[in-house]
């Protein structure tokens, strides 16, 4: 049986070296899109009788480990950029220069196309953007005022307060 759009074995098969030496296994993971599953398969050559040799799989679904080992990479990663964050904060340089810096590596890690840090000024009911981080290679245009209204009607106080999200995309 071939999958979809093969003529021939897969480029992949495990036939050819198992027919080299048929006493091995051969363990191979894989990722079905058809189904979203991944397999751990284990590829052997068995006796049918005879002297015949046949061709045994034999498949088990690692689907649940293998989101568990993505979840887990996830959180190295966060884990590694919040080391890298509280280092930087240790260096001698100014306090812009280390929010900057931290802006930078939390947009950077969260794919993030830009981020504004702002301050509330309750008598102008206005934000203020204290710092911005702006992902360089997608050419975004920086906005003139960095004043930004906030009150009822506004996306980003409607967004904040009324629906309170943590952050707006």
């Given at each position: ?11 992949f098969c495990p036939i050819p070296e198992l027919e080299q030496d048929p006493g091995a296994s051969i363990v ?142």
């Amino acid at each position: 049986v071939f999958k979809t759009g093969f003529t021939g074995r897969c480029p992949f098969c495990p036939i050819p070296e198992l027919e080299q030496d048929p006493g091995a296994s051969i363990v191979w993971e894989e990722y079905n899109p058809h189904s979203q599953v991944y397999y751990r398969n284990t590829d052997s050559m068995i006796d049918w009788g005879g002297g015949k040799l046949v061709h045994l799989q034999h498949s088990i679904d690692i689907t649940d480990t293998k989101r568990a080992e993505e979840h887990l990479q996830k959180r190295l990663e966060q884990q590694e950029l919040m080391f890298d964050m509280s280092q930087s904060f240790i260096a001698p340089l100014n306090g812009s220069t280390l929010i900057n810096n931290a802006l930078h590596m939390v947009g950077s890690f969260a794919h993030m196309s830009k981020i504004l840090l702002a301050r509330y000024n309750r008598a102008d009911r206005t934000l203020d953007a204290a710092y911005e981080w702006y992902d360089e290679s997608l050419d975004l245009e920086r906005p003139q005022n960095t004043r930004l209204p906030f009150h009822e009607g506004v996306i980003e106080y409607d967004g904040f307060v009324t629906r309170k999200l943590p952050y707006l995309a």
